[in-house]
């Protein structure tokens, strides 16, 4: 049975992800920073397949080797690793006017908190010649499209696809495929209620990206199951 961490895992989009993976017949580990919500969104999930909630915080960046370290004992590690936590802080502010720490606590969580999750559980996966990693950017990040939309935000998913390429490369030959996945607007606390997109849809490529056959492609950026332009 392979194993799958989804950060960000106790709602929206993530909450999803995990529900699809666990009826696909993986061990779901829900990851969560606060373990409370954690736990009751995995017994929410209870009937769907094997869901266990554990502490992932992905700031809490030196936790992290030691949740790889527990995880490769209570699970023989962890195959899977999708890069769902993220934070929206700054919708509606000027980039001129976006206060530095706004700007720091962004790429904090979108994109050193992936980075250091891509550090601990990557190694792992190249050691045993198999894994997936999803990093969940945005159409925020596409570079040809970006104005004033959400700046620290928009820049953070930029880097996370820069990420998705770092890690690729450093990846290659052991049959771990890496990718950054655009779900669109989704209807979740941070799309809002006006999203056009369920969750069952925005979980649709990043589904598709982690249960990818070997020989699938690995560095590249996708959204409803197509390879896009950065
Ligand atoms: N919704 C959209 O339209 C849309 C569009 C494009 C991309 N995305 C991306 O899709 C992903 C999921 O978005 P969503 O709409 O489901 O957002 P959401 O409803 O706001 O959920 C965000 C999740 O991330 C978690 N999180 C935040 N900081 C964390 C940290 N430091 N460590 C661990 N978990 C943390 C939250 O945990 P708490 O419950 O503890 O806060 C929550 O579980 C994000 O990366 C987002 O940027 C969303």
Redesign the pocket.
């Known amino acids: 049975m392979k194993t799958a961490l989804v950060?960000?895992?106790?709602?929206?989009?993530?909450l999803e992800v995990c529900r699809q993976l666990a009826r696909r017949g993986y061990r779901v580990v829900l990851?969560?920073?606060?373990v409370d919500?954690g736990e009751a969104a995995a017994r929410a999930l209870a009937g769907e397949g094997e869901i266990v909630a554990r502490r992932?915080?992905?700031?809490d960046f030196a936790s992290l080797p030691g949740v790889a370290a527990e995880m490769e004992r209570e699970f023989g590690g962890v195959d899977v690793l999708v890069n769902?936590?993220?934070?929206?802080l700054d919708e509606e502010m000027p980039v001129l006017e976006l206060p530095i720490e706004t700007a720091k606590a962004t790429f904090e969580?979108?994109v050193f908190?992936a980075l250091a999750a891509c550090q601990a559980f990557v190694p792992g996966m190249m050691r045993r010649r198999w894994g997936r990693v999803v990093n969940?950017?945005?159409?925020?990040s596409l570079l040809a499209y970006m104005q004033g939309y959400a700046p620290s935000?928009s820049m953070s998913?930029t880097a996370l696809n820069a990420v998705t390429r770092q890690v690729a490369h450093a990846a290659r030959g052991r049959n771990v495929l890496v990718n950054s996945v655009?779900?669109?607007?989704?209807r979740?606390?941070?799309?809002g209620s006006s999203?056009p997109?369920s969750v069952e849809k925005?979980a649709e490529t990043i589904i598709q990206l982690a249960t990818l056959d070997d020989g699938g492609p690995t560095g590249g950026f996708f959204k409803d199951g197509q390879q896009i332009p950065w």
Request: aromatic residues 4%.
């Open positions: 950060t960000g895992g106790n709602r929206g989009i993530g990851g969560a920073r606060d919500r992932v915080d992905v700031t769902n936590a993220g934070v929206l969580t979108n908190g969940v950017s945005s159409g925020a935000y998913k655009d779900p669109g607007w989704v979740t606390d941070m799309g999203a997109r925005g």
